[in-house]
């Protein structure tokens, strides 16, 4: 089965309100994530990403947080626009046999943005 | 700038056609590449990745096999396709020996019917 996987599929907000995306990883020993955005019909496009060596990261209004006691990611998006509306994926770096590795997606979250 | 490139955009086979699907990257040399299906609603599946030009490297059994014929090309293939290789499919490209951020193209829709 998968590593990686999403609380809620589905999230809804109002313009303007912080959105806040969730993600469990079971794999302990996993040192990177990343969040993808992917709109409807296209491949995905990078957000952000984290190593295991730290609990938050920023961007443009985007934060990344990392809780390793819990095995826990969130992607918080502030002053959500109709624009971030999309499905959002979180990804664990594994390893894939020898030294390759491979990013494992989770689910993804729909993510609405109401006007 | 890196690009990558998917073709074509949207395909329609019957059950039992051959599949080629062409993806390239510009702008980098020796790239990781990889190839996901999406399903409708789910998460990306991988299903092949590339280190190097011949060397396929697959995620799980299928209809389906890739090759590398060049460094910045990366091709899907079926010889026979059947109703269950339906789906959105990815191409996407990573830097060499780097396996973090994953860079996607715009993808291919395919209905097999």
């Known amino acids: 089965g998968e590593n990686v996987g999403l609380h809620l599929p589905t999230l809804s907000v109002q313009e303007g309100d912080n959105s806040i995306i969730n993600c469990a990883y079971s794999?302990?020993?996993?040192?990177?994530f990343i969040w993808y955005k992917q709109e409807s019909g296209k491949g995905p496009q990078f957000i952000i990403d984290i190593r295991s060596n730290m609990d938050k990261r920023q961007g443009q209004r985007v934060t990344v947080l990392l809780n390793k006691t819990v095995k826990h990611l969130s992607l918080q998006i502030a002053a959500t626009q109709p624009g971030d509306s999309a499905v959002y994926f979180c990804a664990e770096k594994m390893r894939s046999g020898g030294s390759n590795y491979k990013l494992t997606f989770g689910k993804g979250t729909l993510l609405t943005v109401n006007p | 700038s890196q690009t990558i490139h998917q073709w074509p955009a949207t395909l329609v086979q019957p059950v039992g056609s051959p599949l080629s699907l062409e993806c390239t990257v510009e702008?980098?040399?020796?790239?990781?590449l990889y190839w996901y299906r999406q399903a409708a609603g789910r998460g990306l599946q991988l299903l092949f990745y590339?280190?190097?030009?011949?060397?396929i490297s697959s995620e799980v059994p299928q209809n389906l096999s890739a090759s590398r014929p060049q460094d910045r090309q990366f091709i899907l293939s079926s010889k026979k396709l059947l109703l269950s290789d339906s789906g959105f499919y990815l191409c996407a490209w990573s830097v060499r020996d780097s396996y973090n951020e994953q860079f996607f193209g715009p993808g291919t829709r395919l209905t097999v019917l």
């Open positions: 702008g980098t040399s020796n790239p990781n």
């Open positions: 590339s280190v190097g030009i011949g060397q």
């Open positions: 794999n302990s020993a996993s040192d990177y």
